[in-house]
């Protein structure tokens, strides 16, 4: 995996997350690496808002089971408010059509089903960071 946010700098990916994808943050952080991942467990829906708000993740996996006061969705929209394109990637036990178009209506990254399974954890990761880095690579100013 090559994740560079910060080309200058080579800063690790910071992931927020929340929910069943924290069950698996240390294989995560084993396989992918320090050098590359950062992640941050958040504990309540004003606590994902805030380190959004205050640029501190670069994406985020959201858990539609979170004992949290908002459900997923709004808290989605809350999300788009704050910053419109940090990848979000939703873990949801939700299989009806209608869910899963506003879901992706409101720019998540992803919708991943539940239970969810370590492989498709990481290949959600690799997926968020080639995004990123390919959005940095267009930025960059060597491309100018």
């Not at 239970?115 to 390919?134: D, N, S």
């Amino acid at each position: 995996m090559v994740w560079a946010p910060d080309i200058e700098k080579r800063s690790p990916l910071e992931l927020v997350v929340s929910g069943e994808a924290e069950d698996w943050l240390p294989a995560l952080g084993q396989i992918v690496g320090p050098r590359f991942l950062h992640t941050r467990r958040v504990r309540s829906d004003y606590e994902l808002l805030e380190v959004v708000r205050t640029g501190q993740a670069d994406a985020a996996v959201l858990d539609d089971d979170a004992p949290w006061d908002v459900d997923a969705l709004r808290l989605l929209r809350m999300i788009r408010r704050v910053n419109a394109r940090l990848p979000v990637v939703v873990v949801t036990k939700h299989t009806d059509r209608q869910w899963l178009e506003d879901a992706l209506s409101l720019a998540a990254h992803s919708v991943v089903a539940k239970p969810l399974e370590f492989e498709e954890l990481l290949r959600q990761v690799h997926g968020v960071m080639t995004r990123l880095a390919r959005m940095l690579r267009q930025q960059s100013p060597r491309d100018r």
